[in-house]
T-cell receptor, first 112, second 114 residues
Framework: GDSVTQMEGPVTLSEEAFLTINCTYT??????LFWYVQYPGEGLQLLLK?????DKGSNKGFEATYRKETTSFHLEKGSVQVSDSAVYFC???????????FGTGTRLQVFP | NAGVTQTPKFRILKIGQSMTLQCTQD?????MYWYRQDPGMGLKLIYY???????DKGEVPNGYNVSRSTTEDFPLRLELAAPSQTSVYFC?????????????FGPGTRLLVL
């Protein structure tokens, strides 16, 4: 079945460091891909998404590119801030369905 | 615009007790979802609804029931609480249920079954 694999956390960085969180997926057809973020004590909120191959989603300085050839959707940010500390979830919704399948989440901790 | 609201925020149940987790959205979304999030795991879909009066099972429906009598409300019922149901529960909604649709999440209900 469809699945999402994320790198395990926690990822610990100093402020202004470069961030990469890896995400790969397995799916039939052409899924839509998402990154959701969960700040402490809150629900998930959409960070960015991409709906077809080679699309790049971006928001708040974060970017991810839909790579069909490597079945990946890695999250990147050039310079992280303390306020980016959160849990990041990669997710997909398979072709012809609205059901989200989530990865296990990656905790990011950014220190001043 | 409150978005998706959930009550209660936190609850402790004894084994065998029952309770209802409430979820309300004010965005006039047709689709609503219940997920559970276990420690160190991603979210798993429990039940979903594509409109008032229509519900269907997700990946982990056992031990739960839902109803959808209005567009706004989608309560989740636990009939006989078990320790395995200790989790954080999230309700979500979306407009059209298409693959590229954004889901909007509530703040969650933390449930502890002892």
């Amino acid at each position: 079945g469809d699945s999402v694999t994320q790198m395990e956390g926690p990822v610990t960085l100093s402020e202004e460091a470069f961030l990469t969180i890896n995400c790969t997926y397995t799916a039939t057809g052409y899924p839509s891909l998402f990154w959701y973020v969960q700040y402490p004590g809150e629900g998930l909120q959409l960070l960015l998404k991409a709906t077809k191959a080679d699309d790049k989603g971006s928001n708040k300085g974060f970017e991810a590119t839909y790579r069909k050839e490597t079945t990946s959707f890695h999250l990147e940010k050039g310079s992280v801030q303390v306020s980016d500390s959160a849990v990041y979830f990669c997710a997909l919704s398979a072709h012809n369905t609205d059901k989200l399948i989530f990865g296990t989440g990656t905790r990011l901790q950014v220190f001043p | 615009n409150a978005g998706v609201t959930q009550t209660p925020k936190f609850r402790i149940l004894k084994i065998g007790q029952s309770m209802t987790l409430q979820c309300t959205q004010d965005m006039n979304h047709n689709y609503m979802y219940w997920y559970r999030q276990d420690p160190g795991m991603g979210l798993k879909l429990i039940y979903y609804s594509v409109g008032a009066g229509i519900t269907d099972k997700g990946e982990v429906p056992n031990g739960y029931n839902v109803s959808r009598s209005t567009t706004e409300d989608f309560p989740l019922r636990l009939e006989l609480a078990a320790p395995s149901q200790t989790s954080v529960y999230f309700c979500a909604s979306s407009q059209g249920g298409t693959p590229e649709e954004t889901q909007y999440f509530g703040p969650g209900t933390r449930l502890l079954v002892l």
